[in-house]
Nanobody
C-alpha cells in the first residue's frame, strides 16, 4: 500500500492550498479517506475525512475553510483549505482506513509540511 501526498509548502496567511493523496495497492474495502495534521509535541488530529457513503467530517477549527473530496476511480482524496492562518502550520498526513477481517486498519502517507507565514 502506498499513499502519495502532494501539495504542501509555504503559504502566506489568508492564502489557500490544495493537498492531494493518491492511494495505490489497496485491495481491501476502503472505509474512509482523510487528512490529519500534527505539530511538534501534539497529538495527530483529524482535519477532515470522507467515508464511502460520502459523509463528511471536519474538525471545528477548519469548518467553513476546508473542503474534502475524493475521486473514487483514482482512489485519490483532496483537501482544499482557504483563509489559512499560522495555526494551520503542521505536517499533514493522508489517511486511508480499510476493513481487514472485520477490523479497521489505518494506512498513512509520509506527511507533507504546510507552513503558513504571517
Amino acid at each position: 500500500v502506498q499513499l502519495q501526498a502532494s501539495g504542501g509548502g509555504l503559504v502566506q496567511a489568508g492564502g489557500s492550498l490544495r493537498l492531494s493523496c493518491a492511494a495505490s495497492g489497496i485491495i481491501f474495502e476502503i472505509n474512509s479517506m482523510g487528512w490529519y495534521r500534527q505539530t511538534p509535541g501534539k497529538r495527530r488530529e483529524l482535519v477532515a475525512s470522507i467515508d464511502t457513503s460520502g459523509e463528511l467530517n471536519y474538525a471545528g477549527s477548519v469548518k467553513g475553510r476546508a473542503t474534502i473530496s475524493k475521486d473514487n476511480a483514482k482512489d485519490t482524496v483532496y483537501l482544499q483549505m482557504t483563509s489559512l492562518t499560522p495555526e494551520d502550520t503542521a505536517v499533514y498526513y493522508c489517511n486511508v482506513a480499510v476493513t481487514i477481517s472485520r477490523s479497521r486498519v489505518n494506512y498513512w502517507g509520509q506527511g507533507t509540511q504546510v507552513t503558513v507565514s504571517s
